[in-house]
């Protein structure tokens, strides 16, 4: 898995702490480590999805995400995001966050975004293939 140019959704930090699955928590753990890129979007997600699994308190759970973008580079979410978000959604049909994330990723030139939650091998634009890196 070569994350050089490779952007991660919300799904692959969540199995970080997954406790039920060493191979998806391992899997994980090589990709967080290799220095993606992250949306914006995916950190928002991360904070509201741990801290209703893991019932943790919000200073840890911020506390949690700062360590693990430490390594990575995010993407914020600019008003050509959004212009990039409706074409998508458009023409690939992509949920709202989905289309957020996506449209990050090319946005940063991206050549795979790893996600367990979009259409594994689908190639948006000619540029950026979804990858399930679970399977």
């Known amino acids: 898995m070569e994350n050089?140019?490779?952007a991660i959704d919300t799904n692959v930090l969540i199995y970080l702490y997954d406790q039920s699955s060493n191979h998806k928590r391992t899997i994980a753990e090589k990709l967080v480590s290799d220095g993606p890129f992250i949306s914006g979007?995916?950190?928002s997600e991360f904070l509201n999805t741990t801290r209703r699994l893991l019932s943790l308190p919000k200073r840890q759970i911020l506390d949690k995400c700062i360590q693990l973008i430490?390594?990575?580079?995010v993407m914020p979410i600019?008003?050509?995001?959004?212009v990039a978000s409706l074409?998508?959604?458009e023409k690939y049909d992509f949920q709202l966050f989905d289309s957020l994330i996506v449209a990050s990723a090319l946005e940063s030139g991206c050549k795979t975004l790893y996600s367990e939650d979009m259409?594994?091998?689908l190639?948006?634009?000619e540029r950026l293939k979804i990858v399930n890196p679970f399977i």
Do not use: P, Y
């Not at 600019?78 to 959004?82: A, G, H, R, V, Y």
């Open 4 to 6: 050089s140019k490779a």
């Open 41 to 43: 979007q995916v950190i």
């Open 70 to 73: 430490d390594n990575c580079r």
């Open 78 to 82: 600019e008003k050509s995001t959004l």
């Open 87 to 89: 074409f998508l959604i």
């Open 119 to 121: 259409q594994h091998e």
């Open 123 to 125: 190639v948006v634009e």
